[in-house]
């Protein structure tokens, strides 16, 4: 069972992103997300997706960021636009899946810095 993630890097201000994370080795996914860790704060959730499709944002991160997924290639994706300073972290990806059992996964995160 592995998570890739990739899309991670510098950008100014008001700038985009595109994150991806690529799971293999599941069976089942129930429930895909993404997390950020900010220097010296702890993680938060940023966006979530159900199998079924609904979805869940941080109040920081709405009408900016969008998340998606596709379930054929077990990818979840996050597009971040309107990008500020304050969203610079390391983010992960997670998901709730089932191999043997369900349980949560956790990708190796990327670094997204956001020059002011």
């Known amino acids: 069972v592995q998570l890739q993630a990739s899309g991670g890097g510098l950008v100014q201000a008001g700038g985009f992103l595109r994150l991806s994370c690529a799971a293999s080795?599941?069976?089942?996914?129930?429930?895909m997300g993404w997390y950020r860790q900010a220097p010296g704060k702890q993680r938060e959730l940023v966006a979530e997706?159900?199998?079924?499709?609904?979805?869940n944002y941080a109040d920081s991160v709405k009408g900016r960021f969008s998340i998606s997924q596709d379930n054929t290639k077990n990818t979840v994706y996050l597009q971040m636009d309107s990008l500020k300073p304050e969203d610079t972290a390391v983010y992960y990806c997670?998901?709730?899946?089932?191999?043997?059992?369900?349980?949560?996964?956790w990708g190796q995160g990327t670094l997204v810095t956001v020059s002011s």
């Open positions: 080795g599941m069976r089942s996914i129930s429930v």
């Open positions: 997706i159900t199998s079924g499709g609904q979805l």
């Open positions: 997670r998901m709730y899946a089932k191999n043997l059992l369900y349980r949560e996964y």
